[in-house]
């Protein structure tokens, strides 16, 4: 089966920048996600990696390395806006493809 | 283009009742899946439709089924409804797998709440 890790919460201060971790074990690995979900919302889709190395987009980056199974969500310069939960999802192949596993998330909360 | 729609937006059961969620995908998209979301578990995969056909399923008792029709639009029905259900629903749509990049990118609904008492 798979089995994902990351902090239940984190807290960081306007400005700052943030590192969420997410460790995972699965066999069959074909790509890692991660989504942001404002409280009473859809989760939103941030990024994706499926290679190791790092993926940058704007103010957020993504990084991946599949021999240790862990990816981090960077968040720099932080704004309030960006106080939600942030979901780590992995998709292993064996699992069909559509089949998302997420975390149970982490939630951030940006204070002034 | 609008987003991916789900109805109702919230729902208050009894136990043992049944209960019947919608979700019209975008337009375009032909891969519906759906997923748990309480508190303690974080999400968790339901199951996910292409084509009218299921292909994949979470591991939730039979009380929780699912289709989808010749539109693409897709209901999620759970019977016997207990307190454990109480979660928010969320329905996500993806164009034909392998497509687009990433080729799982699901957009998700704003969900139904559910809540059994």
């Known amino acids: 089966g798979q089995n994902i890790d990351q902090p239940t919460e984190m807290t960081a201060t306007e400005g700052a920048i943030v590192q969420i971790n997410c460790t995972y074990q699965t066999s069959g690995f074909n790509g890692l996600f991660w989504y942001q979900q404002h409280a009473g919302e859809a989760p939103t889709f941030l990024s994706y990696n499926v290679l190791d190395g790092l993926e940058e987009k704007g103010r957020f980056s993504s990084f991946l390395s599949r021999s240790k199974g862990y990816s981090y969500l960077l968040l720099k310069e932080l704004q309030m806006k960006d106080s939600a939960s942030y979901l780590c999802?992995?998709?292993?192949?064996?699992?069909?493809?559509?089949?998302?596993?997420f975390g149970t998330g982490t939630r951030l909360l940006v204070s002034p | 283009k609008a987003g991916v729609t789900q109805t109702p937006r919230y729902l208050i059961k009894t136990r043992g009742q049944q209960v019947t969620l919608s979700c019209s995908p975008i337009?375009?998209?032909?891969?519906v899946s759906w997923y748990q979301q309480t508190p303690g578990q974080g999400l968790q995969f339901l199951f996910e439709y292409f084509s009218e056909t299921q292909r994949n399923k979470g591991n939730f008792p039979g009380r929780f089924s699912g289709r989808q029709f010749s539109n693409s639009r897709s209901e999620m029905n759970v019977s016997t409804l207990e307190l454990g259900d109480s979660a928010l629903y969320l329905c996500?749509?993806?164009?034909?797998?392998?497509?687009?990049?990433?080729?799982?990118?699901?957009?998700f609904g704003p969900g139904t709440r559910l809540t059994v008492l």
């Open positions: 996500a749509s993806s164009r034909s797998p392998g497509t687009g990049r990433p080729p799982n990118e699901q957009f």
């Open positions: 337009s375009g998209h032909r891969s």
């Open positions: 999802a992995v998709r292993a192949m064996n699992t069909g493809f559509q089949k998302l596993v």
